[in-house]
């Protein structure tokens, strides 16, 4: 039993992340705004200790601004947009 307990805090943090930030796994990650129909949301920053890393952060977190583009601007900096789901 005590082997099977690291495993499923494991699973049941994984499965939080889904349920807390709703589609992040579809996140498309940019080096450029990809279509000038796209909708500027906001800039954010990654914060140092972002322990799942800064791409994973930026997925998550542009899904609290109803995002659904992240473009890469610097290494640690980056902005969401809005962009039409069928390109």
Request: proline share 6%.
């Amino acid at each position: 039993m005590r082997t099977f307990l690291p495993l499923i805090a494991c699973m049941a943090l994984g499965a939080c992340a889904s349920i807390k930030y709703r589609g992040w796994e579809q996140v498309r990650i940019e080096k450029a705004v990809p279509d000038s129909e796209c909708t500027y949301q906001v800039q954010e920053a990654c914060p140092p200790l972002a322990m799942e890393g800064c791409l994973n952060y930026f997925k998550k977190r542009a899904t609290r601004f109803d995002a659904n583009t992240v473009v890469l601007t610097e290494s640690r900096l980056a902005e969401y947009y809005e962009c039409p789901r069928n390109r």
